[in-house]
């Protein structure tokens, strides 16, 4: 029965498979062998393979023209990029572990208001949100201790088992364990990751007595998820539920919670760190605190997503619409049926 399983998962999530495949056979080798400029290229190439070859790739590019409202080139260009992003990413990553690439070299632009700054500066820690956006040149700003006053750095992460015969499993803790390698390369000293679970609760006391900042993702879960959740429509999905980990260990430890959303500008070749918050409620009850605060957080996520799409490194969602003009995501009106009298023909 096992064998069936893992046979049935092989089948089921092929795309998965491939992926990760292209990953470790092609991309992490491409990181020793060319220079950076020559991934990207090789990166469009196999992703386009993959987008016009697979059922998970043309699907993506059919999501995307919905969400959009674009044409099916445009839908195929969007998918093919958000393809070779992940591709390109983890090359980079590659290269911060070799230490070919150093991205702490790379000029980086604080856009935050007088308060963050004051909190950047302050003697307190702080609580840093973060977002599941491309991993590479933009998101190493967050690692670096001189963009936070050289604080020391804990990361709240996921522990993901070394092989699991599940394809996606696999595909995922790849790339997880190729972060974490490459964020220890870039900063080796200062930064500690701290694992979900028990070990979390330890930091509300350096939050409270320390001058730290903690890495978490904004959904994160709590010691086996104990933390409350919430259910809101988001990106391009209807419903989606939403851990408020970020908040309740802010709230633990009386500690500012903001949020950073870096993005890389090849032209002049910088960081723009941009920091939102802090974020508060004035909810009488704790845990409706850790829902309003994670709902401002995700509403400013999600707007995000709609602009750049194609450096979300999760799923969309294809229920909902995207407005341009007005920057947010949108219901699409129900399709109206036409009703005909008993007995007439069309």
């Known amino acids: 029965m096992e064998v069936k399983l893992l046979l049935r998962a092989l089948v089921d999530e092929r795309a998965d498979l491939v992926r990760?495949?292209?990953?470790?056979?092609?991309?992490?080798?491409?990181a020793y062998l060319l220079p950076r400029s020559w991934i990207w290229p090789v990166a469009l190439c196999f992703a386009t393979l993959f987008v016009v070859l697979m059922a998970d790739g043309r699907r993506l590019a059919r999501e995307?023209?919905?969400?959009?409202?674009?044409?099916?080139?445009?839908?195929?260009?969007?998918a093919i990029t958000s393809h070779a992003k992940r591709m390109n990413e983890f090359s980079l990553q590659q290269k911060m572990i070799a230490r070919t690439y150093r991205p702490f070299e790379v000029p980086v632009l604080l856009e935050a208001s007088d308060e963050v700054r004051r909190i950047i500066e302050g003697p307190g820690s702080f609580v840093l949100a973060q977002a599941h956006?491309?991993?590479?040149?933009?998101?190493?700003?967050?690692?670096?201790?001189?963009n936070f006053d050289g604080r020391e750095l804990?990361?709240?992460?996921?522990?993901?088992?070394?092989?699991?015969?599940?394809?996606?499993?696999?595909?995922?803790?790849?790339?997880?364990?190729?972060l974490t390698r490459a964020s220890q390369a870039i900063r080796p000293k200062g930064m500690e990751f701290v694992y979900t679970g028990g070990a979390?609760?330890?930091?509300?006391?350096k939050l409270q007595h320390e001058r730290i900042m903690v890495s978490i993702n904004v959904d994160a879960h709590w010691s086996r998820n104990r933390s409350s959740t919430l259910e809101r429509p988001f990106c391009g999905a209807l419903k989606r539920s939403f851990s408020t980990g970020a908040a309740k260990l802010a709230r633990l430890a009386n500690a500012p919670l903001m949020l950073a959303l870096p993005v890389f500008d090849a032209h002049p070749g910088q960081v723009r760190l941009r920091m939102y918050g802090p974020y508060t409620s004035d909810a009488a009850i704790p845990e409706q605190r850790d829902t309003e605060i994670s709902q401002k957080i995700l509403d400013t996520i999600e707007r995000e997503v709609g602009v750049r799409p194609c450096e979300y490194v999760l799923e969309i969602g294809a229920a909902r619409r995207w407005d341009n003009e007005s920057h947010r995501w949108l219901q699409p009106p129900p399709v109206a049926m036409e009703v005909r009298a008993p007995g007439v023909t069309s």
């Open 154 to 178: 804990f990361v709240v992460a996921v522990k993901v088992p070394r092989f699991v015969p599940m394809p996606h499993i696999w595909r995922i803790g790849l790339q997880l364990r190729q």
């Open 20 to 30: 990760g495949l292209l990953l470790v056979l092609i991309f992490r080798p491409a």
């Open 133 to 146: 956006f491309e991993r590479g040149t933009a998101q190493a700003a967050v690692f670096n201790g001189a």
């Open 64 to 78: 995307f023209g919905l969400i959009f409202g674009v044409s099916r080139s445009a839908a195929l260009k969007l």
């Open 200 to 205: 979390v609760t330890g930091l509300v006391e």
